[in-house]
């Protein structure tokens, strides 16, 4: 963050937030802090590395600020997803959820992919990458074309209400 690097959805971006995610959720869900935490984390570092990098001292507050909000947003997340998750895969029993109602997870509620396939795993689920890519793409064309037919319905009418003020 002291370089620069802001959690994102792309390239070096999206490692950080991979990261800071997966810590963020073991330290919420399974050492149970129920309070932001991670900046108290990153302040430790900072302090404990800033002989050889003396750049995170100046950027102490900076780096707290963008650790704090990447939380606060990841557990507003997690707060509506992991519940649909958990019901998902309760009302499958032993059975592998389907991947277009994991896909919906996702694409829908902001259901971190790597999380729902760990969690999976851990409960002797069989996680397939492409199945999942499948069904993401399934489920984003559909959209995509539910969502272009209303507005194509819409610009017609309104082309024939013009031709016929025109005639």
């Known amino acids: 963050i002291a370089d620069g690097i802001l959690p994102g959805n792309v390239g070096r971006a999206y490692v950080l937030r991979?990261?800071?995610?997966?810590?963020?959720?073991?330290?919420?869900?399974?050492?149970?802090?129920?309070?932001?935490?991670?900046?108290?984390?990153?302040?430790?570092?900072?302090?404990?590395?800033?002989?050889?990098?003396?750049?995170?001292?100046t950027s102490r507050n900076f780096i707290s600020k963008i650790v704090q909000?990447?939380?606060?947003r990841f557990r507003n997340t997690l707060k509506s997803s992991l519940p649909k998750f958990h019901d998902l895969v309760e009302r499958h029993g032993n059975e592998m959820p389907p991947y277009k109602e994991l896909a919906k997870l996702y694409d829908t509620f902001g259901m971190p992919q790597d999380?729902?396939?760990v969690m999976l795993e851990h409960q002797n689920h069989e996680w397939s990458e492409e199945n999942f890519e499948q069904a993401l793409a399934e489920l984003q064309q559909t959209t995509q074309i539910a969502c272009a037919t209303p507005?194509?319905?819409?610009?017609?009418a309104i082309y024939q209400q013009l031709?016929?003020?025109?005639?």
Do not use: N
């Open 69 to 72: 909000g990447e939380e606060r």
């Open 115 to 117: 999380l729902m396939k």
């Open 163 to 167: 031709a016929e003020r025109v005639k």
């Open 18 to 57: 991979k990261i800071m995610r997966r810590a963020i959720y073991h330290g919420s869900h399974r050492l149970g802090l129920s309070d932001v935490f991670f900046h108290q984390i990153t302040d430790y570092v900072t302090h404990m590395m800033s002989g050889p990098y003396p750049e995170l001292l």
């Open 151 to 156: 507005a194509q319905t819409k610009t017609k």
